[in-house]
């Protein structure tokens, strides 16, 4: 019996299936300890949540849970370097934290620039390359020139893409797409998904593979809700401080076993 051909729309498979089909293109860097080579992901993407839930069943003050949560965060740099996987994406601090007290915010402004000063030259010598994702134009001009400077000094990192999403959301990043592609002068109908994905602040990156939330929680809270449209999902119950290379490698094998059709 003959098949009945489908229209299809023009611009499918769409920009999402594209980048997470093209992402392992490349030859990944050597791993260790894990499967084949072809079930490590690509992008990681991590949100990063319980430093104060952390800092508090312990009677500490919220900062010192943030502050514990910047030497987790130097745990999974160098873990996530020893499994070759190129990409990992942060979320940091996004804009919906501004509603948080001054003395806290504060806090994470002055925690973000000392790591930054004492973290600079070891992400240099281990080719990281760091990128931040949001609208630093917000930010104090002392650490945007601080941000701006280390940022500047990992350019040549070719190991690892750190992405650091600071004063970061997803809603507002596509805000500012649109307004860059109105500017450009894009005529409407001329508007594709990967137009959109250019304008991104992930322009040029490939789509998350893996979304990992840490805490328990089962959302992702405004982080890439543009790029995870088809990234896997895990929620892993341990508190952001206490994240560490076994927790990451369990959320590594539950990738692992699953299968990904992205539609098909």
Not at 148 to 166: K, P, S, Y
Request: with cysteine.
């Amino acid at each position: 019996m003959a098949v009945t051909r489908v229209a299809r729309p023009t611009d499918s498979p769409s920009i999402a299936h594209q980048a997470a089909e093209t992402a392992t293109a490349g030859e990944p860097a050597p791993t260790t300890d894990l499967s084949e080579a072809d079930t490590r992901p690509v992008h990681v993407a991590v949100i990063m949540d319980g430093n104060r839930r952390w800092a508090r069943e312990r009677g500490l003050p919220d900062l010192d849970g943030h502050v514990a949560g910047v030497e987790a965060i130097r745990r999974l740099v160098r873990h996530v370097m020893r499994r070759g996987i190129p990409v990992l994406s942060l979320y940091a601090f996004s804009r919906e934290n501004w509603a948080r007290s001054d003395e806290e915010v504060v806090g994470l402004f002055g925690l973000l620039a000392e790591a930054i000063r004492a973290e600079a030259p070891e992400l240099i010598e281990q080719g990281v390359k760091v990128r931040v994702l949001g609208r630093l134009a917000e930010l104090p001009a002392d650490l945007r020139g601080q941000i701006e400077e280390a940022v500047a000094a990992t350019d040549a990192g070719d190991r690892l893409l750190l992405n650091i999403a600071f004063n970061y959301a997803g809603r507002t990043e596509l805000v500012d797409a649109v307004r860059r592609i109105m500017a450009s002068g894009v005529p409407a109908e001329e508007v594709e998904e990967a137009t959109i994905a250019g304008a991104l602040y992930t322009t040029g990156l490939p789509d998350p593979d893996l979304v990992i939330r840490t805490g328990g929680e089962q959302r992702l809270s405004n982080f890439l809700i543009w790029q995870s449209a088809y990234a896997e999902f895990c929620s892993s119950p341990t508190l952001w401080p206490d994240f560490g290379p076994e927790a990451f490698d369990a959320a590594l094998g539950e990738y692992a076993s699953r299968t990904r059709r992205f539609g098909r």
